[in-house]
């Protein structure tokens, strides 16, 4: 699962100082919402642009829907295939609502970095802004009688908040709804200040249906409905634990409210209840899959919802008496204005056809994809290359999508052995255009031949806008150049999406070259999360520790004692996105309980996501504390790439490792268990883009050379090989720059021999990096390093003073955290603690 964000204060420590201005160019996403986690109220509340409907309305008559689709809004007959545009321009326009005459249409825009509310005249086409001023604005209703639109909105504080706007004197007044309050209650996933979202009137127009979280501690919170007035104080309607999607509508009697959720299962599903409170919920669907975004007909007798059981967004229509249901077929599509065809094609160096990733940008500076494609977007984006954030889908080598006329720029992946390509295409109106793309390695001289590639942290699926199966995983690995994918299962507070998919036996879907293996993401937000990859025989449960107020709320098991399990099944364990700058501080007033060095000195850390979801340089200055004390662990590569999102840290294999296997095996259990052997004999880099290779002595990665006391010029040879450009290529000894190496064609490769003069036991890697972002990586910066080649200098150990005491420091600090808190179910499990951290002090003690 996803990243924590620590509190401690900056670290001196080599190249920190690299990290703030490179990463500064790469900003979130709707930066001026201040709610904690954005990968989740990102994807799961905020309007998302998606290839098929993703929200939805019904008219007045209740004889067709406007919806969301590809960032339009569409009007279609529910006696019809035919889908007719709606509205045009350069934003992405969603969540369409009808006014109660049906004359106007109030819908959310996202241009210029917000959110805007915009009403539509569906007459005379005419637009007029509801909101202004830069906020997000979104989930807009109108009131029965038409005079006042419900809203959320940031406006004032990052917060989300209800608004109410009114017509007064021929124009909108928008007041907040209730005043801002803070919970007393502590929570992790969600903002200390209370949110209100996904309003819903009362058919009588007098009060709100909506859905807070009042000293709520998991979950987006619990459906309520107060009077418009605030008269009297708001009544608890359904209590249960909701993820962003829970979006009540109201049913035109009054007497029902329909809503998304994932009660006693993992995927969201159609429910209903008493819209007066204290009702007992009936579920209205079944399945595997997500409905959501549920909206009652005008007369009460039809349910229209978005369900992704094919993997896109589909509308169906459901009785709502008997449960007849039918999806509204998309068969033909109108467009409002003239339109063009780009037809492609992606082959390798023997012209047959590969799969890829592929960005569009039009004319008109929005991102396109084919119909049968899921486009995805990134999460952060350097406004200096583009209005938006980068939108990609993958494909599997051919395809048609629909653009409009003028200069398309088509950008092409397919992982990190093949040189990424810009091309520029013209879109002629009422023509198709072809483009055919031969793909050509970055590795001209083989260098990187035998080794494979993996992800060892992928969420195939985790309440994104779209269902993944495993044959769908394989299919972006497949575009993404990765040869192994591990699907870290893991919960989402209560559920556990894909527990149903877990299994030990590695495979290959039918017509895939990945192997896609079931895994673990063992989740505490105390002692910090781990992955585990290679269980052969169960899922470890609960999956977490340290939850107030469950049954899980103990902080034992501790990381140690999850590693022994986890090995007792021959897995590996490692610690996942682990820091953000500022570097971890031991000494600050804040710190924080991460077991990592804890974990390390027990002998229970196989590898670390030195590449990963956090900050690289922050991360491998901690490997580097560690590596100096004589522990040996493994450089890993993982994306933390939630692959049924439509708006993602990714994609799949941004962050990968790879792993040298001469003669690997075909059979894929084999091929896993060789690939898990060499990463845990160290013989790794991890990387987002650039491919680096390592060799001091004749000896790789993770090898390890026996000298005499003395000094000694040892030979080496390094390789670089990268999708973007570098402008440092370092050669590094016990954590310091040796070497700079010398860089060819641009910043893109390298091919160096020289010697280092050696004198003391130590470690030697290399390190490729960028000060700045490039918009060919869709992360903070380029990076990638090798685990070390390890040196011993007479027989003497690797050994660091100042980096003992470093994590000495740190481990006083988890002792007394571990010791002082009552969050144990026994004295037994306190005492198991406190030894693992106790034995680890010694150990760093013993090391100085």
Not at 344 to 370: E, H, L
Not at 534 to 553: N, Q, R
């Amino acid at each position: 699962m996803l990243r924590k964000s620590f509190l401690c204060l900056a670290a001196t420590i080599l190249g920190a100082a690299l990290y703030s201005p490179a990463f500064a160019e790469r900003e979130p996403v709707l930066k001026q919402i201040d709610v904690p986690h954005t990968y989740y109220w990102r994807e799961m509340y905020t309007p998302q642009l998606t290839s098929g409907p993703s929200s939805l309305a019904w008219s007045r008559d209740g004889k067709s829907l406007y919806y969301s689709m590809q960032g339009r809004i569409w009007r279609q007959s529910v006696s019809s295939s035919r889908a007719e545009q709606v509205t045009t321009g350069g934003g992405y326009d969603y969540q369409p609502d009808v006014s109660p005459d049906g004359r106007f249409l109030v819908f959310t825009r996202y241009l210029d970095d917000a959110m805007e509310l915009i009403i539509r005249d569906l007459k005379s086409g005419k637009e007029t802004p509801l909101t202004t001023g830069g906020a997000a604005n979104m989930d807009a209703r109108w009131s029965p009688d038409g005079s006042k639109i419900a809203y959320v909105t940031t406006a004032e504080s990052g917060k989300f908040h209800i608004a109410i706007a009114s017509k007064e004197g021929g124009g909108w007044i928008s007041k907040r709804w209730r005043p801002e309050r803070v919970s007393e209650t502590k929570r992790y996933y969600y903002s200390a200040t209370d949110h209100e979202i996904s309003p819903a009137w009362m058919p009588d127009g007098e009060s709100l249906l909506f859905v807070s979280n009042p000293e709520i501690i998991y979950g987006s919170g619990a459906l309520y409905r107060q009077p418009l007035d605030l008269s009297s104080p708001a009544i608890l309607v359904q209590n249960e634990e909701t993820a962003w999607r829970m979006h009540p509508d109201v049913s035109p009697d009054g007497k029902r409210v329909a809503y998304a959720s994932f009660f006693g299962r993992q995927w969201h599903q159609l429910w209903m209840t008493a819209a007066e409170g204290g009702g007992y919920p009936i579920a209205y669907s079944y399945g595997d899959y997500d409905v959501t975004a549920q909206r009652w007909s005008p007369d009460g007798k039809k349910i229209a919802y978005i369900s992704n059981e094919t993997g896109d967004g589909v509308i169906w229509i459901q009785e709502v008496v008997g449960g007849a249901r039918a999806p509204l077929k998309i068969e033909e599509r109108k467009f409002s204005g003239p339109m063009g065809e780009l037809q492609f094609d992606v082959k390798d160096a023997s012209g047959a056809i590969v799969p890829a990733r592929i960005a569009i940008r039009a004319s008109d500076g929005r991102d396109y994809a084919p119909n049968d494609a899921l486009i995805r977007a990134d999460d952060n984006f350097n406004r200096a290359h583009g209005a938006f954030e980068t939108r990609y889908f993958h494909t599997g080598g051919e395809g048609v999508v629909a653009l409009p006329p003028g200069k398309a720029t088509v950008t092409i992946w397919h992982g990190m052995k093949t040189a990424p390509q810009k091309l520029v295409v013209d879109i002629a109106k009422g023509k198709a255009a072809s483009l055919s793309v031969s793909l050509k390695t970055d590795d001209p001289n083989g260098v990187f031949s035998d080794w494979k590639s993996a992800d060892v942290h992928v969420h195939m699926n985790y309440g994104g806008a779209y269902r993944v199966h495993k044959d769908g995983l394989a299919f972006q690995a497949d575009a993404e150049g990765l040869d192994l994918a591990f699907n870290l299962i893991v919960n989402k507070e209560q559920r556990i999406p894909d527990i149903a998919e877990f299994t030990p036996i590695p495979e290959r879907p039918e017509g895939a070259s990945a192997v896609i293996a079931e895994a673990q993401e063992f989740h505490t937000s105390v002692w910090g999360h781990t992955g585990l990859i290679g269980l052969e025989d169960h899922y470890l449960l609960a999956d977490y520790v340290g939850y107030p107020k469950t049954a899980a709320h103990s902080l034992y098991p501790d990381n140690a004692t999850v590693a022994d399990l986890a090995h007792e099944q021959s897995a590996l364990l490692g610690y996942v996105h682990p820091y953000d700058p500022p570097a971890p501080d031991p000494f600050a007033e804040k710190f924080f309980t991460h077991t990592l060095p804890v974990d390390v000195a027990l002998g229970k850390v196989d590898y670390l996501e030195v590449v990963g979801f956090s900050d690289h340089r922050v991360t491998s200055e901690v490997w580097s504390r560690l590596l100096n004390c004589g522990f040996r662990v493994a450089a890993a590569g993982g994306t933390d790439a939630m692959t049924n999102y439509a708006s993602m840290r990714g994609p799949i294999g941004l962050n990968r490792t790879y792993v040298k296997l001469e003669n690997a095996p075909k059979d894929p259990a084999a091929f896993t268990r060789a690939w898990l052997d060499g990463l845990k004999a160290g013989h790794s880099f991890a990387t987002n883009g650039p491919l680096v290779s390592l060799e001091v002595e004749g000896q790789g990665a993770g090898g390890e050379l026996k000298l005499q006391k003395g000094l000694h010029k040892l030979a080496f040879k390094v390789a670089m090989a990268s999708i973007a450009p570098v402008d440092s290529l370092d050669l590094i000894v016990n954590g310091k720059v040796a070497q700079k190496i010398p860089l060819e064609e641009g910043g893109i490769s390298a091919l160096y021999s020289g010697e280092v003069e050696i004198s003391e036991s130590g470690w030697v890697s290399l390190r490729a990096s960028n000060a700045e972002d490039s918009d060919l990586v869709l992360d903070g910066y380029p990076f990638g390093m090798t685990t070390p080649v390890y040196v011993t200098v007479g027989g003497k150990p690797v050994r660091s003073r100042e980096d003992a005491d470093y994590f000495i420091a740190w481990i006083d600090r988890l002792e007394e955290f571990a010791n002082a808190s009552d969050a144990y179910n026994t004295e037994e499990e306190r005492s198991i603690v406190l030894q693992h951290i106790r034995k680890a002090k010694a150990e760093f003690e013993r090391r100085r």
